[in-house]
C-alpha cells in the first residue's frame, strides 16, 4: 500500500523560498502523477498543482509564478518549491498521489506538515 | 472563495440522513465528475466518492454520491457518531485547468 510522508523546515521567513519533499514508499513514484495541496489553519483545501512522474506540470494560476514541484525517481521522491512566501501562504501542505490528470481524484494523502511563514 | 459553494455546517442525530450540496458551474461539475473527502479531526483527508458516486473499497454503503447539472451532493444515511468531520466537494475546471475544492462543510452528529 502506498504512503506518503511530507518533509520540510516547518518556519519560513518572509520573502524566502519554502521547500518541501514528499518520500514515496510501498510503491514506485513511476507511473503516476503526483500533487500538492494546502490547507491554511482553520480554512478549506487550495489545490497547488501536480507534475508527471516523466516531466510535465501544471499549476493553480494563483500560484504559478511562484510554485515548482520536481520529481526524483531515483530516490521516489517528489519535491515542492514556493518562492517570495508571505504570512499567507502559511499552511498544513500534503502530498498526495493524482491518479487521473484531469479528474479531482487525490488518493492516498500524506499526514501534512505545518509550514508557518514568520520572522 | 472557493470556486465550489458548500454550506459551512450541517448536522443530524444518530440514525438520520444528511445530505451535503456542492453548487459549481458549467466548467466544473456541469462537465466533470465530482469527488467527496472526509477530513476527520486533525488527520488529513481521505478520499469518500469518486466518479461522482464511486465509492472506494473500504468505504461503507452509507455514503452515497450524485449530481444533477451543475450542483452535486453527499448524501450520508444511518449518521453515526464516527461520521462527525469535514467534508469537501472537488472537480476538474476546464477553465482554471486544475482541480477546484470547495469550502468545506463541518457535519455534527448531536
Known amino acids: 500500500q502506498v504512503q506518503l510522508q511530507e518533509s520540510g523546515p516547518g518556519l519560513v521567513k518572509p520573502s524566502e523560498t519554502l521547500s518541501l519533499s514528499c518520500t514515496v514508499s510501498?510503491?514506485?513514484?513511476?507511473?503516476?502523477?503526483w500533487s500538492w495541496i494546502r490547507q491554511p489553519p482553520g480554512k478549506g483545501l487550495e489545490w497547488i498543482g501536480y507534475?508527471?512522474?516523466?516531466?510535465?506540470?501544471n499549476y493553480n494560476p494563483s500560484l504559478k509564478s511562484r510554485v515548482t514541484i520536481s520529481v526524483d525517481m531515483s530516490r521516489n521522491q517528489f519535491s515542492l518549491r514556493l518562492t517570495s512566501v508571505t504570512a499567507a501562504d502559511t499552511a498544513v501542505y500534503y502530498c498526495?498521489?493524482?491518479?487521473?490528470?484531469?479528474?479531482?481524484?487525490?488518493?492516498?494523502w500524506g499526514h501534512g506538515t505545518l509550514v508557518t511563514v514568520s520572522s | 472563495q472557493s470556486v465550489l459553494t458548500q454550506p459551512p455546517s450541517a448536522s443530524g442525530t444518530p440514525g438520520q440522513r444528511v445530505t451535503i450540496s456542492c453548487s459549481g458551474s458549467?466548467?466544473?461539475?456541469?462537465?466533470?465528475?465530482v469527488s467527496w473527502y472526509q477530513q476527520l479531526p486533525r488527520t488529513a483527508p481521505k478520499l469518500l466518492i469518486h466518479?461522482?458516486?464511486q465509492r472506494p473499497s473500504g468505504v461503507p454503503d452509507r455514503f452515497s454520491g450524485s449530481k444533477s447539472a451543475t450542483s452535486a451532493s453527499l448524501a450520508i444515511s444511518g449518521l453515526q457518531s464516527e461520521d462527525e468531520a469535514d467534508y469537501y466537494c472537488?472537480?476538474?475546471?476546464?477553465?482554471?485547468?486544475?482541480?477546484?475544492f470547495g469550502g468545506g462543510t463541518k457535519l455534527t452528529v448531536l
Open positions: 498526495a498521489r493524482y491518479p487521473n490528470v484531469y479528474s479531482s481524484v487525490v488518493d492516498p
Open positions: 510501498g510503491g514506485s513514484i513511476s507511473g503516476y502523477c
Open positions: 507534475m508527471y512522474y516523466s516531466g510535465g506540470s
Open positions: 458549467s466548467s466544473n461539475i456541469g462537465s466533470n465528475t
Open positions: 466518479s461522482t458516486n
Open positions: 472537488a472537480a476538474w475546471d476546464d477553465s482554471l485547468n486544475g482541480v477546484v
